[in-house]
C-alpha cells in the first residue's frame, strides 16, 4: 500500500504538470544549457561559435514509455565589436513531452546579448553582459488520453463516452514569449573566473488555457545562477555553481561542484582548449505547494478491471531534496561531453526506486581568427 501511495503520488505530480501554470523544462547539467538559463550568456565563451545538445529522460522506471523526456538544440556566436566588446547571437529549439496524454511543448527562440568590459585586461577583466530573447511556443494534448473522475461511478465502473465536465475548444496553441537577463562575469587568468547573473522569464505571461474564452497567465519565472573555475597554480580545480528557479508557487535549487583534472598541459593552446575530465556531485531542492488536492486515475495491472480514483492530498513539507545528482564531463579540444544521473532521494524514491532522469549532453566549439579576446567562463 506504500508503494501504491508513492505512486499516486508520482502521477499527481506528473498532473501537476499538465497543469496550466506548469513549471518551465530544466536541465540538472544547467551549466551545459546556457542559452536555456539565461538569455545574458548568449556569446560567452571562449570561441566564436558554439553548438549545444541537450537530452533529458525522467521517470522511466515508473511511467515507462510515458516517461517524460525533454531535447534542446542551440546554435549562438560572438561578434568583436570595437577593442574590447562583443555581440552575442544565437538561437534555441527546445520540445517537452509529458505522460500519457502526449502533453507536449515546443519552442523556437532567438537570443542576443551584448558584452561590455568595465576594466582589467585580457586574462584578467571583468565585463557585465545585458542580453533578451524572444520566441514562439507550441502547446498541444491529446484529450482522447485523458480520464475524468466524473467519469467512473466510484465502485469501480468507468465510462469513457460519458461527458468529462471539462470545456476545452482546442488542444493545441501558440503563443509567443519573452525574456531578459543580466550576467556579471570577472576573469582571474586562463583558468579560473567567476560568473553571477539573472534572468526573467515569460515577460507577457500568455494565456495557457486550452479554453479559448479563458485567460489564464503563464507565470513569469526569475532565475538566480552563480558559478566559478578554480584552478590555482595545480592540476586540479573545483567548478561550483549553482541555480534558483521562482517561478509561481514553485521553487527549485540546483548547487554542488564538480572536480576538475587537466589531462593535458597547462598552456591553451591557439585553437583548443586543454583536455580535462569533470566528476561532480549536486543536490535538488524543491518545494512541495500545500494544500493542493488531484483526483488520480490509476491503471489496474489486470485489464480487465476498471482503474481505480483516489483523491491525493499534499503534506505539509513545504521544502525537500528532491534528488542527489551524480555527473561527469568530458572535454577534448573543440568537443565536450557530459553525463549525469539524478538518484531519487525524496518521498516517491519507493515507488521510483531511486531512479530519477539521466541527462546526456554533448557541445562543439567553432575557433576563430580573432586573437584579441577575453577569456571566458567555460560553459
Given at each position: 500500500?506504500?508503494?501504491?501511495?508513492?505512486?499516486?503520488?508520482?502521477?499527481?505530480?506528473?498532473?501537476?504538470?499538465?497543469?496550466?501554470?506548469?513549471?518551465?523544462?530544466?536541465?540538472?547539467?544547467?551549466?551545459?544549457?546556457?542559452?536555456?538559463?539565461?538569455?545574458?550568456?548568449?556569446?560567452?565563451?571562449?570561441?566564436?561559435?558554439?553548438?549545444?545538445?541537450?537530452?533529458?529522460?525522467?521517470?522511466?522506471?515508473?511511467?515507462?514509455?510515458?516517461?517524460?523526456?525533454?531535447?534542446?538544440?542551440?546554435?549562438?556566436?560572438?561578434?568583436?565589436?570595437?577593442?574590447?566588446?562583443?555581440?552575442?547571437?544565437?538561437?534555441?529549439?527546445?520540445?517537452?513531452?509529458?505522460?500519457?496524454?502526449?502533453?507536449?511543448?515546443?519552442?523556437?527562440?532567438?537570443?542576443?546579448?551584448?558584452?561590455?568590459?568595465?576594466?582589467?585586461?585580457?586574462?584578467?577583466?571583468?565585463?557585465?553582459?545585458?542580453g533578451a530573447e524572444a520566441g514562439v511556443s507550441q502547446r498541444?494534448?491529446?484529450?482522447?488520453?485523458?480520464?475524468?473522475?466524473?467519469?467512473?461511478?466510484?465502485?469501480?465502473?468507468?465510462?469513457?463516452?460519458?461527458?468529462?465536465?471539462?470545456?476545452?475548444?482546442?488542444?493545441?496553441?501558440?503563443?509567443?514569449?519573452?525574456?531578459?537577463?543580466?550576467?556579471?562575469?570577472?576573469?582571474?587568468?586562463?583558468?579560473?573566473?567567476?560568473?553571477?547573473?539573472?534572468?526573467?522569464?515569460?515577460?507577457?505571461?500568455?494565456?495557457?488555457?486550452?479554453?479559448?474564452?479563458?485567460?489564464?497567465?503563464?507565470?513569469?519565472?526569475?532565475?538566480?545562477?552563480?558559478?566559478?573555475?578554480?584552478?590555482?597554480?595545480?592540476?586540479?580545480?573545483?567548478?561550483?555553481?549553482?541555480?534558483?528557479?521562482?517561478?509561481?508557487?514553485?521553487f527549485e535549487l540546483n548547487a554542488g561542484t564538480s572536480l576538475?583534472?587537466?589531462?593535458?598541459?597547462?598552456?591553451?593552446?591557439?585553437?583548443?582548449?586543454?583536455?580535462?575530465?569533470?566528476?561532480?556531485?549536486?543536490?535538488?531542492?524543491?518545494?512541495?505547494?500545500?494544500?493542493?488536492?488531484?483526483?488520480?486515475?490509476?491503471?489496474?495491472?489486470?485489464?480487465?478491471?476498471?482503474?481505480?480514483?483516489?483523491?491525493?492530498?499534499?503534506?505539509?513539507?513545504?521544502?525537500?531534496?528532491?534528488?542527489?545528482?551524480?555527473?561527469?564531463?568530458?572535454?577534448?579540444?573543440?568537443?565536450?561531453?557530459?553525463?549525469?544521473?539524478?538518484?531519487?532521494?525524496?518521498?516517491?524514491?519507493?515507488?521510483?526506486?531511486?531512479?530519477?532522469?539521466?541527462?546526456?549532453?554533448?557541445?562543439?566549439?567553432?575557433?576563430?581568427?580573432?586573437?584579441?579576446?577575453?577569456?571566458?567562463?567555460?560553459?
Amino acid at each position: 500500500m506504500k508503494v501504491l501511495r508513492n505512486l499516486l503520488i508520482i502521477f499527481s505530480l506528473s498532473l501537476g504538470v499538465f497543469t496550466l501554470t506548469a513549471q518551465d523544462i530544466h536541465f540538472s547539467q544547467f551549466y551545459m544549457s546556457p542559452l536555456n538559463l539565461n538569455p545574458a550568456m548568449t556569446g560567452v565563451m571562449n570561441s566564436q561559435v558554439r553548438v549545444i545538445g541537450n537530452y533529458r529522460n525522467q521517470w522511466a522506471s515508473v511511467l515507462k514509455s510515458n516517461a517524460f523526456s525533454t531535447y534542446s538544440v542551440s546554435y549562438d556566436q560572438k561578434i568583436a565589436v570595437g577593442r574590447y566588446d562583443y555581440f552575442g547571437i544565437g538561437g534555441t529549439f527546445w520540445g517537452d513531452k509529458a505522460g500519457q496524454s502526449d502533453f507536449k511543448t515546443l519552442q523556437g527562440k532567438m537570443s542576443a546579448s551584448y558584452s561590455k568590459r568595465m576594466g582589467g585586461y585580457r586574462s584578467k577583466s571583468h565585463y557585465l553582459v545585458v542580453g533578451a530573447e524572444a520566441g514562439v511556443s507550441q502547446r498541444s494534448i491529446d484529450f482522447l488520453n485523458l480520464r475524468w473522475g466524473s467519469q467512473h461511478d466510484g465502485e469501480g465502473g468507468f465510462d469513457a463516452t460519458a461527458i468529462s465536465g471539462e470545456d476545452f475548444d482546442r488542444d493545441n496553441f501558440l503563443f509567443a514569449d519573452l525574456s531578459a537577463g543580466l550576467m556579471w562575469f570577472t576573469v582571474f587568468d586562463e583558468y579560473s573566473n567567476f560568473y553571477i547573473g539573472g534572468a526573467f522569464s515569460h515577460l507577457n505571461r500568455a494565456n495557457q488555457s486550452f479554453n479559448s474564452e479563458e485567460d489564464i497567465p503563464l507565470y513569469s519565472k526569475f532565475t538566480i545562477h552563480a558559478g566559478a573555475e578554480l584552478m590555482g597554480q595545480s592540476r586540479v580545480g573545483l567548478v561550483p555553481g549553482l541555480v534558483a528557479f521562482f517561478q509561481g508557487p514553485s521553487f527549485e535549487l540546483n548547487a554542488g561542484t564538480s572536480l576538475k583534472f587537466l589531462m593535458g598541459g597547462r598552456k591553451r593552446s591557439k585553437n583548443a582548449d586543454s583536455q580535462s575530465f569533470q566528476i561532480g556531485a549536486w543536490v535538488r531542492l524543491a518545494n512541495r505547494v500545500n494544500g493542493v488536492t488531484n483526483t488520480i486515475v490509476t491503471p489496474n495491472p489486470d485489464p480487465t478491471l476498471p482503474p481505480t480514483t483516489t483523491t491525493v492530498t499534499s503534506d505539509d513539507v513545504s521544502v525537500w531534496v528532491d534528488a542527489v545528482i551524480l555527473s561527469t564531463r568530458f572535454d577534448y579540444n573543440d568537443f565536450g561531453l557530459g553525463f549525469s544521473y539524478d538518484v531519487n532521494v525524496s518521498n516517491l524514491k519507493p515507488a521510483s526506486n531511486s531512479n530519477g532522469a539521466f541527462e546526456f549532453s554533448i557541445i562543439y566549439k567553432i575557433r576563430g581568427a580573432d586573437k584579441r579576446g577575453v577569456y571566458c567562463p567555460n560553459f
